[in-house]
């Protein structure tokens, strides 16, 4: 039985598998191309980058764990 999900801020330590997700999506679709966040540097530092004001992005965990990583 699926436990229940859990929506967060994102932390300084789910950098590594954020980025690794958006990267192996990215290749799936063909879209790992020069001009997009593979490439962008701070797709490895996105807790950093979702600081500032007025901007968010949020993880969905279940049992402690990151959906779709």
Known sequence: ?????????????DDVLIAAII???LVEFGAAKR???YFDKTTDHLHEVFKEEKSAYFIAEEQNHILGG
């Open 23 to 25: 990267r192996t999506s």
């Open 35 to 37: 001009g997009t966040v």
């Open 1 to 13: 039985m699926p436990g229940q999900i859990e929506i967060r801020a994102i932390l300084e330590t």
